[in-house]
Every structure is written in structure tokens, then in C-alpha cells.
């Protein structure tokens, strides 16, 4: 069984119930169960089958209820709870959550009052001002919803790198099982590592293709299949994503591999190249005249053209075949630099596992340290913490470090920015913290000037050692908020603040062109997961591809750095 269906089943009576009206703990207790289900390593069926509902339950934030519900769906395929909300309520309405703007109370208002059912019904009505008459609403906030269905149909399609990447790796180790296939890669923007992608490419190699396309059509993930060849199939997922696959010579891999790769502004580059040295440059290999000069492996291809091999990741022509030429392409972070997570929820806030158990997978991984930043006293729906719990915290933390060898806890916290720029805990209570990392959770609809002076105002404190999620974007589900990020990048120079890069799949924030304009400034990047559960520490390697996108090197990136340099770092 896919336990990211279970988890999307879980969210969805989340929403039905948010719109209901139910108590806000309640329906975050299932929106927390499908986080975490979705991304929990072990497939959930197994788990039944081996250990029944006892089994279920040892998973963090499933208790009794939920664990019925997943045995029910794993015997029925559907949970009854879902079913007699969607009576009630139309399964349309949960959609208009996820326009920006739309809360559940609205989107219940408008169904009671205006029969508003579906994204289209919600759009229809906002144009022909109907919302704006509406008890609570106006001309501003029926604006709002226009331009929140805008960002949505704008995103449409474009699928996050933490969707298909998986996806993708899947298929290949699928089909990697067959003996007939030799080589095997993913190509396109998912190679190159997008925030966001449109389809999913991968290249083979094999002297029995028929046998390929074969398997290819018929695994499980097929949904529709767009079309069969010798050398080319296309199909959809169910999820509704396309992808391609592409059988190739071997001798022609590399040339394939770095022709579908792209991106096409970094390939018209190759072909300048190429023509002033009087070569041509194809997927099928660099010819001069008659002759194939190179394309089995990429390295073969970049070398012929006077080039330094150059990572995926940065192929946008935005300098790095300039740099390639001059053999002075920098050598990108690798997850293996990482030494540590410093932004990771526990159970005392709103994360699902203890600490203890955080640490040893967090050794496991390799690390030195980790960061434990719960939220502050403010955030109340997530399990924010007040002075004396805080404290508490403090003191358990600090005694665990003491048992612990070549391994440390930097007991922090995640700090809301309130609107006025000020931090959610006095400077005695911060004083008393290893780090502070500093988090705009609220208030997202500032004007860019204001959102600036709040964020500059708190870097101005000295306190804030890290600024969490900079934009505060929900890739496909919220905009960026409004704010001069290149102000907000000079601040935190001057104020010797790290830019956090969260690796949670849809934030991905800092973006990666902001990667690039911290390093030139000379502000360190820290790539951290903001995990709330020990399988979402695998986030990392999303945080490093953008890193690396970004142009990144260890010496960027703090969570690179030693232990001992880490504390001088938080010490200001
Ligand atoms: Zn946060
Ligand atoms: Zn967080």
C-alpha cells in the first residue's frame, strides 16, 4: 500500500472537518497523522499484517482513532469517516482551501450563502462581486481570492522536486531489475534539480527495447499511456504526471544524457562552442565532419569541447560554461559535508518522536550535532512553549548532552517575529539558548517595506542567529511573502545572521537564486529539514540540491562547519 494515499486520506478529513468548524487541536491532530504517515519509512500494510493495530500505534501521533481508520482503509480501500463528511459537505469545497486567501470559515460561509461549491464556482462568484458583499468580506479581500485562483492555474502542472524525484527513482530501480537493461538515468529538470518540473525524462540503454517498453506501460504507477515506440514511450501516473522514457545506443548515452539534461539556454551555449571549433553537437555525440569526436559519457562530450565537466544542477547559463572554460567551476556541497540538522521538532512542541530517538538516527546519518528548535511561547496551535516549559526543556536537553560522546545537543528555538519586529521570548529567556533560529509564522500580507523593517528589526535585536523559511512560500500553495530579500541578505552580513534553507520539500526557502546572492555576499546558508519526525530527516538531500542549484560549496553552508566553529558562530 502507498502510505502517501493514507496520508492525503487523513488530510482531507482534516479539511472537511476544519471547514465543519471542529476544535483547531482536533483537526490538526489529522492533518500532523497524514505529515507524518506519508513520509514514514516503513509501508504501513506491512506494519498491519506483522503487528496489527499494537503495531500502528508505536507510530508517533497515531493513537487509537487513527490507527482504526488505517486498519479500516487497509481492509475496505475507504474510511467511513471520510465518506459521511463528503455527504455533508461537497468534496469540491476542500479544494477552495487551497486557494491563498481562503480560510475553512469562508469557505463554509460561501457554500451556505452563495452555493459556492468548486474552485470555478469561487472564481465565478469573485468576478461578478458577489464575495465582496458578503458578511466579513470587501473589495480588497474579494481581490485576494482572484489573484490566490491566479497563483493556483499559474502552478498547475508544475509538479515539486519532492514529488518526482521519488517518483522517478522509483521507476528507474523498477526497471532495473530487468537484465536487458544496461544503463539508466533521469534526465531533464529533475536532473537538474528544479524546485518545480513539468515532466519526468529518463534515459536507457539496451539491446532489447521492445522488452522495455513492455514492462515500462504496465507498472503500477500507470495511469494512461500516451504512446508506445521502439525508442520512445510516454505515460501518465496516477498521480497524473507524465514521464518518458527513452531507449539509446550506449555509444550515444552520454550525448543523450547531456542533450535531455539541459536546460536549453546551457545547450544553445554548447552549440556556440561547438561551431567555433568547427563542431557540430548533437544528442547523438559531437561529430567533426564525418566523425564522431565524443558522446559516450558526458565528461567525453564537455572535455572535447575545451569544457570542465559541469555539475547538473548549474546548467542554466548564468556563467558556468565561462567558468567551465577556465577550468574554475566550483566544487558543490555534498550531502556528505553535512554535519548536522539544526532545526528539528520534538514532542515537547508539535514534532512526533523524542529526542533520544532523534539522536541516534541523527548518528546514524553521520552527524556531529543537531539543533533542537521547538517553537515559542506565541505559536499556540503548533505547541509553541512558555517560559517555564522552555526551561524545562532546557535543563532535559542539557542533561543528555552530558551523557553523550563525540555528539552534541544545541538546545535551541524557533522564535516568532511578531509584527513589530520584536521576538516572542525576553532577551533573559534567550540568553539562555544555544541559538536562536527566527521564524515569521504569522501576519504574512505586510506590505514589502513593513515585512522588511519587521525582519530587519529582529535581526537588529542580536539574538537571532538563523532566519528560518526567508520567503515563507509553500511551493503550488502560498506566494512569498512581500519582502526585499537582498536588504534582509545585507542585514544578516552585518549582523553575522545565517540564512536558513529549509529543505522541507515545498518550502525549499531560501530559493536557490538566493543561495547564489547570500554567497556572494558572504552570508552563510544553513540547510535544515525543520523535521517533525525522524523519517523527514531524509528532507536533507532536498535541501542540497538546492544548495547546490545555488552554487553552494561547504565552506557556504554552516551546518558544514565543525562543532567547535559552530559555537564560536552562535556566540556573536
Ligand atoms: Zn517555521
Ligand atoms: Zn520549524
Known amino acids: ?49 506483522e503487528k496489527g ?10 493513537g487509537e482513532g487513527i490507527a482504526l481508520k488505517i486498519e479500516e482503509y487497509i481492509k475496505t480501500g475507504k474510511v467511513s469517516q471520510l465518506e459521511e463528511l463528503e455527504k455533508k459537505l461537497p468534496p469540491g469545497l476542500a479544494d477552495l482551501l487551497s486557494v491563498p486567501g481562503m480560510g475553512p470559515k469562508k469557505a463554509k460561509q460561501f457554500f451556505e450563502k452563495l452555493k459556492i461549491r468548486s474552485i470555478d464556482d469561487l472564481e465565478k462568484a469573485a468576478r461578478e462581486h458577489k464575495l465582496c458583499k458578503l458578511e466579513g468580506m470587501g473589495e480588497k479581500s474579494e481581490e485576494k481570492i482572484l489573484k490566490g485562483i491566479e497563483f493556483l492555474k499559474k502552478g498547475k502542472g508544475k509538479i515539486p522536486l519532492g514529488i518526482a524525484l521519488p517518483l522517478a527513482n522509483f ?27 513539468r515532466d519526468i525524462d529518463i534515459l536507457i540503454t539496451s539491446d532489447s527495447p521492445d522488452k522495455i517498453m513492455d514492462r515500462f506501460i504496465k507498472l503500477d504507477v500507470v495511469r494512461e499511456v500516451l504512446a508506445k515506440g521502439d525508442t520512445k514511450s510516454s505515460i501518465i501516473t496516477k498521480d497524473g504526471i507524465q514521464v518518458d522514457i527513452r531507449v539509446i545506443k550506449p555509444e550515444c ?13 546551457h545547450n544553445i551555449h554548447l552549440r556556440e562552442i561547438a561551431i567555433k571549433k568547427g563542431l557540430k553537437i548533437s544528442e547523438y555525440g559531437v561529430t567533426k565532419g564525418d566523425e564522431v569526436v565524443a558522446s559516450d559519457t ?81 505559536l499556540k496551535v503548533a505547541g509553541g512553549l512558555d517560559k517555564k516549559k522552555l526551561l524545562n526543556h532546557i535543563e532535559k536537553i542539557r542533561k543528555i548532552n552530558k551523557k553523550l560522546k563525540n555528539f552534541y545537543v544545541f538546545i535551541g528555538s524557533e522564535v516568532d517575529i511578531k509584527t513589530d519586529g520584536s521576538l516572542d521570548y525576553d532577551d533573559e529567556l534567550l540568553n539562555e539558548l544555544d541559538f536562536v533560529i527566527g521564524s515569521i509564522h504569522t501576519n504574512f500580507s505586510m506590505k514589502k517595506d513593513d ?5 530587519i528589526k529582529a535581526i537588529k535585536t542580536k539574538k537571532v542567529n538563523i532566519l528560518a523559511h526567508p520567503t515563507g512560500r509553500l511551493l503550488g500553495e502560498r506566494e512569498p511573502y512581500e519582502i526585499d530579500l537582498d536588504e534582509i541578505i545585507k542585514a544578516a552580513k552585518d549582523y553575522n545572521v545565517a540564512m536558513e534553507l529549509n529543505a522541507y520539500p515545498k518550502r525549499l ?22 523535521a517533525h519526525s525522524i523519517g523527514e530527516l531524509n528532507w536533507m538531500s532536498f535541501g542540497v ?28
Open 1 to 49: 500500500m502507498d502510505n502517501a494515499k493514507i496520508g492525503e486520506v487523513f488530510n482531507k478529513i482534516g479539511e472537511l472537518l476544519e471547514i465543519e468548524g471542529e476544535n483547531i487541536f482536533r483537526v490538526r491532530a489529522y492533518y500532523k497523522a497524514a505529515q507524518i504517515l506519508s513520509s514514514y519509512p516503513v509501508d504501513l500494510e506491512k506494519i498491519y499484517k
Open 53 to 62: 493495530i499494537k503495531g500502528l500505534r508505536e507510530i508517533p501521533s497515531v
Open 171 to 197: 521507476i528507474i530501480a523498477e526497471l532495473k531489475k530487468m537484465k536487458e537493461i544496461d544503463k539508466i538515468a533521469v534526465a531533464g529538470s529533475v536532473r537538474r534539480g528544479k524546485e518545480t518540473i
Open 253 to 265: 548515452f552520454g550525448a543523450a544524457l547531456s542533450y535531455f539534461t539541459g536546460s536549453k539556454e
Open 298 to 378: 558526458e565528461e567525453n562530450i564537455y572535455k572535447i569541447l575545451g569544457l570542465q565537466y559541469i555539475p547538473p544542477e548549474i546548467r542554466e547559463d548564468k556563467g558556468e560554461i565561462e567558468l567551465a572554460l577556465k577550468y574554475q567551476i566550483p566544487k558543490l556541497l555534498e550531502e556528505s559535508d553535512i554535519k548536522g540538522d539544526l532545526h528539528i521538532h520534538t514532542r515537547e512542541s508539535d514534532g512526533a518522536d523524542e529526542v533520544e530517538d532523534i539522536i541516534l538516527e541523527c548518528q546514524k546519518r553521520g552527524y556531529e550535532y543537531i539543533g533542537i528548535a521547538e517553537h515559542s511561547q506565541s
Open 451 to 455: 515585512m522588511t523593517k519587521r525582519v
Open 509 to 530: 526557502d531560501l530559493p536557490d537564486v538566493y543561495c547564489k546572492v547570500a554567497k556572494d555576499e558572504g552570508v552563510l546558508v544553513c540547510i535544515n529539514t525543520d
Open 545 to 572: 540540491i538546492t544548495a547546490r542549484r545555488g552554487w553552494l560549496e561547504k565552506k557556504d553552508v554552516l551546518n558544514c562547519k565543525g562543532l567547535k566553529d559552530l559555537l564560536n558562530f552562535f556566540k556573536k
